[in-house]
């Protein structure tokens, strides 16, 4: 058997498409389709706002303190966390504690 008479076919080079025009393809199918934008609107940074709060606390309660904390809570209109704050703010008072000692002012 001859190894001349297997010829290896010349390959042609293609280009490849650049990513810009795919890119602009695929913009323009979404469009013609009424899809939309998910990027930030003006900037904005996508998801929630950032919190001051950053504590976790995880506190077990006597039977019926949790269902008076989160009716309190939607009452008022605020989370759970500000009607805890609240109450230790109130109890800070009568027992004549100073909060500052906690909080750091950085």
Known sequence: MSDSSFKI???????????????ESVDQVAEERGFVTREPVGGRRAGRPKSPRTEQIHARVLPGY????????????????????????????????DLDLYFSTT
């Open 66 to 97: 949790g269902i008076y904390l989160a009716d309190c809570a939607a009452r008022q209109g605020v989370t759970q966390g500000h009607i805890l704050e609240a109450a230790l703010k109130l109890y800070a008072e009568a027992n004549a504690d």
């Open 9 to 23: 076919p010349v390959l042609k080079k293609r280009a490849k498409p650049s990513e810009q025009k795919v890119s």
